[in-house]
């Protein structure tokens, strides 16, 4: 059957970050091999400095141009495989970017299902008729506290005529009692002229009232 129809090919297939990451260790074995032609060239330069003109100079140009045109070949592609690799990582940037949009347009999608279950359950009229039942409340308790705070037979408005006249009269009252206390109105037990009372049978000597005294 496999034959026919071939078998089921079940190798998982490479993801973005995989191939990066194969791109980026095959520019690692190129600049080994950088390594090695540049360390080359440089032998065969301290060489040519110290030989002389002739066939055996020559051969050893020859060699280092070789090794020159190696280096140069893998020089271009560790700057295709640079590149590539830049491309794949603009690409992941990319796809994480749509996934980071994607995540948000869910999440606001589902924000917008509970907002509508959650407001579907308000009844604007029903708060409506609660504001005005509060007002209605709040104006009942201002005329309460105006009517328990009203005075009773208060006279409001006095004037400062009415209020010298009554100073006026105030004054010529105190004048008058004032004139009438004299030695005969003042009241009898504080005259000098008056003597002990009279419940007392005899008036106290004057040694027994110091010793009472003290």
């Known amino acids: 059957m496999n034959r026919l129809f071939g078998a089921k090919n079940n190798t998982p297939k490479p993801t973005l970050n995989s191939a990066i990451s194969n791109v980026d260790t095959r520019i690692e074995s190129i600049d080994v091999k950088l390594a090695k032609l540049t360390a080359e060239l440089s032998t065969y330069q301290q060489r040519l400095g110290r030989m002389r003109d002739g066939p055996g100079k020559t051969a050893i140009k020859q060699k280092a141009i070789k090794i020159l045109q190696q280096r140069k070949m893998y ?37 917008q299902k509970e907002l509508k279950k959650q407001y579907g359950k308000i009844d604007i009229d029903k708060i409506d008729r609660l504001q ?22 208060v006279p ?59």
Request: net charge negative; aromatic share 4%; hydrophobic share 35%.
């Open 132 to 153: 005005d039942e509060m007002a209605e409340l709040m104006e009942v308790g201002n005329d309460i506290q105006e009517s328990i705070s009203r005075s009773y037979d």
């Open 156 to 214: 409001e408005d006095v004037d400062e005529a009415e209020l010298d006249a009554e100073l006026e009269a105030l004054g010529e009252d105190v004048e008058l009692n004032g004139e009438g206390l004299g030695e005969d109105a003042m009241p009898g037990f504080l005259t000098e002229s008056a003597g002990p009372p009279q419940f007392i049978d005899e008036a106290p000597e004057m040694g027994k009232a110091k010793e009472a005294a003290t």
């Open 75 to 111: 020089e271009g592609q560790k700057d295709q495989l640079q590149q590539q690799s830049w491309n794949m990582e603009q690409a992941g940037m990319m796809q994480d970017n749509l996934k980071n949009t994607m995540a948000t347009v869910d999440a606001m999608k589902t924000t």
